[in-house]
């Protein structure tokens, strides 16, 4: 499992770096998303969310649907490499979302309601997925957002964004000192 990068790291707004192969490197990236996913009890996780620059995340909802409208949770996350989705929906899908990287802030979040995606599989696979829809649509574009260095946060209307402004200043403050203490002991001892 690896530490999470929390809103404040620079790597969190940065546009993520194709992969060309599935090198031992990116094996071990994929193996620490899918640890840090589960220990986190997350919906998925992006690479940079761990601090890598590469267009890589993990999902953990099946395209099933439980008794309570949320998508059943796979028993092993799925592997995106280089996704990119090929179509949005116009209808809207209005719910809840949050995110790892930043604890304690959900806020309701227009997504389409349905997407058709292409990613490369952990096997280096192509894959095509058509008709991903409500929930499971809305953590691959979430995902994805964060390949691209964009984040939820980035959606907010005007009220929601001053609703949560102290918690988000706090959380990159809190970003900031601890980025600085690590900092301070590497140069200091």
């Known amino acids: 499992m690896k530490e999470l990068c929390y809103l404040g790291e620079p790597v969190l707004r940065k546009k993520c770096k194709e992969v060309e192969e599935i090198t031992p490197f990116v094996k071990k990236v994929i193996n620490e998303l899918i640890s840090t996913v589960k220990a986190q009890n997350g919906a998925g996780l992006a690479a940079p969310q761990i601090g890598y620059d590469l267009r890589i995340f993990v999902n953990i909802w099946g395209k099933e649907t439980e008794e309570d409208g949320y998508?059943?949770?796979l028993e092993e996350p799925e592997v995106y490499i280089n996704p990119v989705i090929t179509r949005f929906s116009e209808k809207k899908f209005?719910?809840?979302?949050?995110?790892?990287?930043?604890?304690?802030?959900?806020?309701?979040v227009s997504r389409s309601y349905d997407i058709d995606i292409e990613y490369t599989n952990r096997d280096g696979k192509r894959v095509t997925s058509k008709k991903e829809h409500t929930w499971r649509a809305k953590c691959l574009q979430h995902e994805i957002d964060h390949l691209?260095?964009?984040l939820f946060i980035d959606y907010?209307?005007?009220?929601?964004?001053?609703?949560?402004a102290s918690q988000l200043i706090a959380l990159e403050k809190r970003t900031k000192d601890q980025k600085s203490k690590v900092m301070g002991k590497d140069i200091f001892g």
Not at 156 to 164: L, Y
Request: proline share 10%; aromatic share 4%; glycine share 10%.
């Open 71 to 73: 998508p059943e949770v």
């Open 94 to 108: 209005v719910k809840p979302e949050g995110c790892l990287s930043i604890p304690g802030v959900t806020v309701d």
């Open 148 to 150: 691209n260095g964009i």
């Open 156 to 164: 907010f209307s005007e009220a929601q964004k001053k609703k949560v």
